[in-house]
């Protein structure tokens, strides 16, 4: 082997060792939390254990809680989230980008948007329970509230930050106001757009687990709110460790989401 | 080139002003010239001269405060079809490929899919990029990326060509095959060419006329006509040389 092979061969070693490197620190950050999860467990405070959560677990799909295995409580809540995100990412996008592009509309609506955003959407709740009772589309609407914000102020961040060189050519060659928007404006924003679709969809799981905890009989925050009430620390940890991983894995299907719409937006690994 | 020199772009006292700081500074003082058609014309000039802000009046990226511009005989205001532009910094679309960058000036102008496709095929292939049609611009060289924005600008089929410094941003050796490209793009498909630069070298390379503009505030300071030294030229050739120290001499320092 010449001395430039032998190098290139060394180079693609150290490679392959950082690749492991980068699939094994994942797992033994996991390792490391259950570590520290069984040695708090075992001091006597009652916490419960990885083993007593994971009995728990399975014995959730044996004996349900509402008719409900964990999967079922999970689906629940997407669910409402989905209802949630369908409108977060019509009228939410629709909205960031009129704020976000005309700005006679932003100096109408602005100012409110910003105030609504500024309410907690825990604190809609009395509002809500009194105008719709206490259904699904009340909870949804809690939901919509939480997440709508980081959509709009994504897209409209986006859509009013376009660069002033991609309009040049679309004046350059003519283009009609609606083209504008539609052909250089809107696709531009796309990586901003994303970025508020993640968001919200982050956003959304964490309001919907809040809302089921308020008052509800079904869905992953009413898991944790009823082993609260019954003292049952390892459904409240079930739920969590529900909650954690179905987070994680919107994470990745958005991400992926993006990947796939937006393929110039492709770096290297980005992890 | 023939005698009977048809004028296609008349530049009629233009002036151009920006409100600053503390007052007004001007930028383009009273430029007026002709550009006839088919020829290279290279506007010349020291860096920040106010180069730029002429193109882009041309272009209709920018209302001149004062003077008029004659388009064939007819006064136009703002962007006109019949003028294209190759960008300074390139402005390719990320979210588009080579092809969906090519095709935009078409697209925008309503032509249908099978036959935009055609002409910008047509481009893509005169500029020598064929077989990068779906490309990304993030996955393009320097060149390849102004090569885009020249192929672009041809396919919309301008009478008139405006290049904004479009070299300016490569490596010398890539700028060096890039001006031979553009004489030899040209020689194929001839249009009226108005290529912006700072660099005398490149200038006496291209031009059939230069248009030697002063510091800023921009005025004529000159006109050249370089029609009497054969294309193609050799940098090292003595009437070269004695054109390029000439025009050097004349040259303002930027500042």
Redesign the interface.
């Known amino acids: 082997m010449s001395k430039k092979q032998e190098m290139l061969s060394a180079a693609e070693i150290r490679e392959k060792r950082l690749s492991v490197l980068y699939k094994i620190l994942p797992v033994v950050s996991v390792l490391l939390l259950v570590a520290l999860w069984l040695a708090a467990s075992s001091s006597g405070t009652g916490f419960p254990s990885p083993a007593q959560v994971w009995d728990r677990t399975v014995q959730l799909f044996v004996k349900p809680v509402k008719k409900l295995t964990l999967i079922g409580h999970v689906l629940i809540s997407l669910r409402r989230i989905g209802l949630a995100l369908l409108f977060d990412w019509t009228f939410g996008i629709a909205f960031g980008v009129l704020i976000g592009w005309f700005p006679r509309a932003k100096a109408l609506l602005g100012p409110l948007f910003n105030a609504f955003r500024a309410i907690p959407p825990l604190a809609w709740i009395p509002l809500i329970t009194l105008w719709f009772g206490i259904g699904e589309f009340p909870k949804v609407l809690i939901v919509i509230f939480g997440s709508l914000a980081s959509i709009v102020v994504n897209v409209q961040a986006g859509m009013s930050n376009v660069e002033k ?2 309009l ?9 106001p609606r ?1 504008r928007l539609m ?2 404006a809107f ?2 924003a ?1 990586d901003a757009i994303f970025a508020g679709v993640r968001t919200s969809t982050s956003a959304a799981w964490m309001v919907v687990l809040a809302a089921e905890m308020l008052g509800a009989n079904a869905g992953v925050g009413f898991l944790i709110s009823r082993g609260m009430d019954s003292l049952d620390m390892p459904l409240v940890l079930t739920g969590m460790v529900a909650i954690g991983i179905v987070g994680a894995i919107l994470a990745v299907v958005t991400q992926f989401a993006e990947r796939m719409i ?3 937006t492709r770096r290297k690994k980005s992890y | 080139m023939d005698e009977k020199k048809k004028v296609i772009l008349r530049l009629e006292n233009i002036c151009q002003s920006y409100v600053v700081q503390n007052g007004v500074k001007d930028a383009v003082e009273n430029v007026s010239f002709e550009i006839y058609d088919n020829e290279f014309l290279v506007i010349l000039g020291p860096g920040h001269c106010g180069k730029t802000v002429l193109m882009n009046m041309i ?3 920018e209302k001149p405060v004062g003077g008029r511009i004659f388009l064939d005989g007819e006064e136009i205001h703002g ?3 019949r ?3 190759v ?1 300074q ?1 390139m ?1 390719l ?4 490929t080579v092809m969906g960058n090519v095709e ?2 078409l ?3 309503g032509v249908k899919k099978a036959e935009r496709r055609a002409v910008a095929q047509k481009y893509i292939d005169l500029v020598g990029l064929q077989g990068f049609e779906n490309s ?3 996955e393009l060289s320097g060149g390849m990326k102004q090569r885009v924005g020249i192929a672009r600008a041809y396919t ?1 089929n301008p009478q008139i060509l405006l290049m904004d410094e479009p070299f300016g941003a490569l490596d010398a050796q890539t700028r060096y095959a890039m001006e031979e490209e553009v004489l030899r793009i040209w020689g194929q498909e001839k249009r009226t060419i108005i290529f912006v630069t700072n660099n005398i070298e490149e200038a006496v390379f291209l031009a059939d006329r230069i248009v030697l503009l002063s510091n800023c505030p921009a005025t004529v300071k000159q006109i050249y006509d370089l029609n009497g030294l054969p294309k193609p030229r050799n940098m090292t050739d003595p009437e070269f040389l004695r054109i390029r120290s000439e025009v050097s001499a004349n040259t303002d320092l930027a500042l």
């Not at chain 1, 040049?168 to 009609?176: H, K, L, S």
């Not at chain 2, 679309?93 to 588009?96: A, D, H, I, V, Y």
């Open positions: 060189m991609y040049d050519v679309g004046t350059v060659f003519n283009a009609t083209q052909k250089i696709p531009s796309l937006c393929p110039w | 272009a209709g990226l962007s006109d079809r003028i294209g532009m960008f910094s402005n679309m990320p979210w588009r935009f000036g697209e925008l102008a990304y611009p993030h919309n």
